[in-house]
């Protein structure tokens, strides 16, 4: 694993990765827009409520377990191949999602389970590499990355809505629609950003800064 820009000549601009960071948690954050899909999973289909929120609850389980080995997979293999996995893992759920997304086992494996773990992965590497970049604005830098995993709702919910429309009758055809057209959202942006984040190494610091 690399741990240094030499194939660069010149330390990366840091401020590029933290932008990168930013962008790949605004992605992430598709997570907390689930709302928006259950009105129209519910016309549509006639799930209940219970079956309509269950993708969001899996999602949310498997996000949090998914961290946990994102951090000893990240600290063995670095943050460019957990994020780029957990980008991957993030489109599959979503194209899933769109394929056998027509009943609840189907959506809860693809969305709650894949799609899960994909956030998990990718949620760990923009924040742990932020913080080697900005040891001496550690607080600013995660906070930047965390608004962003908050303000990703903010976005895509009224993406979310303009796409899947308000008309039941057309329910069939863009519900899968915007999911082929999240998968492919993911399956760019957040490898990219992943590719950005190049851990310094350990005895690097910011130019003026004493540890």
Sequence with gaps: MLYNWQIMNRAPNRRVIAAAAVLMQVCLGIIYAWSVFRAPLEQHYGWSKTDSI???RWSILFFTLAMILAGFWQDRKGPRLVGSV???LLSAGCLLAALFGDTPLGLNIAYGAIAGIGVGFAYVTPIATCVKWFPDRRGMVVGLAVMGFGIGSLIFAPLLESML???PAQY???IPRTFFMLSAIFLVVVPACAQLFIVP???WKPVGWTP
């Design 54 to 56: 269950a993708p969001y």
């Design 201 to 203: 190494p350990k005895d």
């Design 165 to 167: 429309g308000k008309d």
């Design 172 to 174: 069939a055809a863009t």
């Design 86 to 88: 957990g980008g991957i």
